[in-house]
């Protein structure tokens, strides 16, 4: 039977199938990915939810980013992984006469067709795989069950993009396989090594180096300027770049290092197996950096949650059950209210308090960024409105014990509040009678610091009996903000009263109260006046079921049982996005590590076999795979472990400048994710060795 160049490369394809199968799957199973990632990021319920230049967006993208870099590099690996199996025959096709021309054109077109495919297939996989993901979290959370994802355009576009992209730098490699001219290069192209040069203990440590000043610089740089009134460009977060510099050669390194120390026979015997690492090293150094990147990327990702979950513990460590304040003016939920829904559901009320604050203009200072990156303040005598009580008041109403003279102040604060940038503790320099227009000079006293009595978007201040008693003549109910604080006996048995009385609190707030924490009634009708845009003048949907109240709604009541038990339902968007995106690296994670592994049996499957014949037992053989699976999970897991924990404790300190008790909390609910994590890589690397031993037949 005679047979066409066409037909030996058919028979040749369908020969080589498991070659084909693993570029397939790697270029495949990338584009899933990001698909699914950009899917559910672009989503519309995501975009909704993730506010517009926020962190919680910030952080998103930057993890997004660092799966496209990951997933990329993950396919040129698979791209050059199966050019060196097409090597061979490529060389024996030339070796018989074939026109290298010819080979060119058939090679090019058999890996457009494979990446077209994989391509279409990938995006269709991802946008299943977001909506299967999606429908889970809404059998879980179900806040989620009357929601809809909401499929965009955009989504599906990136991760069709980001095929077409990747075929690019695939293609280059193939344009430079076969413009060698050499043609037992490429005969024996599948057997090159790719060993790195000798480093010294120098490079190690100027890899850690690098890799923290990387850190310091982009995470700690802009917040130093910031303090130093300067805005550091967009640009500068290339410094987190340096990192990656650090990373690759630490990776370099642990490869490099053989020494016979002082142990020469623990040299011995490990030195086929380092050997073996350090002859395909550039391969393995991109492998393990992109492992210890998308593992940070995951690790970070996984650690959001508890920190979210963390900061509703304001609620939890109050003093006071239940907490519900609004304008004097309002008809509101009042003590017969509280008392007929506690008789209804058999609730003891106990330590009932009602405090009256007073609404006056206080002055302040407004920051901002000038458009040369320069912190810019303005002092304004009728800043903004806050609220203000008596010393005697407070005293009474919370044990403290203050002692004001007059012509002072004390600013009340959060358990774990601390000064910002853009507002400092001693700003109020002078407070007006909003009725009167009279004004009081005030000097800053300190800080006392109280939970309960800290309302969202509102500040709140504590005066001098005499000077409160004159600052507050002929204000009317409009000018003052009523706060109900109490108790009950059965904290648990009382959530069916506080589902009601939230119910009853928000049926009966008038249009006048739908604001954001951050509204400011002076300020809005001082930006109408001068025909100027309020960006906090929008309204807010009061209702039960919308999550936003608990962080945007300025009168919202806080009851310790209601934000315990809707507390994941009201942030179910984050936690589906963070852990959507913590599964995805860790997927690529145990792809990439498998492939890798795998690669291990696969490229020195000759190799091994010489060492049977020279007498290696099978223990010797699996000591020498275990010596490469070990620095390939091993290295990149603990590196990623001591990167996150770094960074999350740099984010904690440089937050506030302390360690808070809510911190700690996150601290240690991120470490019981970190051991999941760990053995999410001891099945990975279970699997791929067990794998491995059946490829070498140990």
Known sequence: MKLSMSDLLKKLRKYNQRNYLQFVFCMTFSVLLITSYAVMLYSTIVQQTLPVGGDSRKQVMMIFAIAIIGCLIFILYAASLFLKYKSRETG?????????????????????????????????????????????????????????????????????????????????QLYRFVQRTDMMEILYHENKSEPLRPVTTKYGVSGVVLLIVGLLLGFIGPKIGSSLGILLPSIWSATYLISLVGLYRIMTYAIMKNKRGRNPQKYYNDLIGSNMMKFQGRQTVRNMSIIALLL?????????????????????????????????????????????????????????????????????????????????????????????????????????????????????????????????????????????????????????????????????????????????????????????????????????????LYKLFIDKASSKMAVPNLYDAYQSEKAKANHQRYGYNRKISLSVTNPELMDGWKYYPAMKILVEKTFFQNVAVYFLVFIFVAIICLAAVGVISYTRGITIALSNQRLFDDLKRLGANNHYIRKCVLSQLNKLFILPTVVAILLIYGFTLLMFNTNDGQFTGTEMSALMMDSVLLVLVVLYQVVVYAVSFRKIKGILGI
């Open 296 to 500: 940070t990327a995951s690790l970070f990702a996984c650690f959001y949650p508890p920190q979210l979950y963390s900061a509703s513990n304001s609620y939890a460590n109050s003093p006071v059950d239940y907490e519900l304040h609004y304008n004097l003016a309002e008809d509101e939920v009042d003590q017969q209210d509280i008392d007929r829904l506690a008789e209804k559901h058999d609730v003891k009320i106990k330590e009932y308090k009602e405090l009256i604050f007073s609404e006056l203009l206080a002055s302040g200072v407004e920051r901002d960024w000038s458009d040369d990156g320069k912190l810019i303040e303005e002092y304004m005598e009728d800043h903004r409105l806050a609220d203000f009580i008596d010393a005697s008041t407070f005293n009474q109403q919370t044990n403290h014990n203050l002692v004001i003279p007059q012509g002072q102040y004390y600013r009340v604060k959060g358990t774990e509040e601390t000064e910002g940038i853009w507002e400092k503790d001693n700003d109020l320099d002078q407070v007006m009678n909003p009725v009167t227009k009279e004004k009081l000079p005030l000097k800053f006293k300190g800080i006392v610091r109280y939970q309960p009595l800290v309302n969202q978007g509102s500040r709140r201040y504590v005066l001098n009996d005499q000077d409160y008693q004159t600052i507050k003549q002929e204000l009317n109910e409009e000018n003052q903000t009523k706060q109900i604080l109490f108790n009950v006996a059965d904290l648990e048995a009382s959530y069916p009263f506080a589902q009601e």
């Open 92 to 172: 024996v096709f030339l070796a018989l006469g074939a026109k290298k021309k010819y080979l060119s054109q058939k090679l090019t077109l058999e890996l457009l067709q494979l990446m077209i495919g994989c391509i279409l297939v990938g995006v269709v996989l991802g946008i299943g795989l977001a909506f299967l993901i999606w429908q889970v979290f809404q059998l879980v959370l179900s806040n989620l069950e009357a929601m809809s994802l909401g499929l965009s355009v955009t989504g599906v576009a990136i991760g069709v993009v980001f095929g077409i992209v990747s075929m690019v730098p695939v293609l280059y």
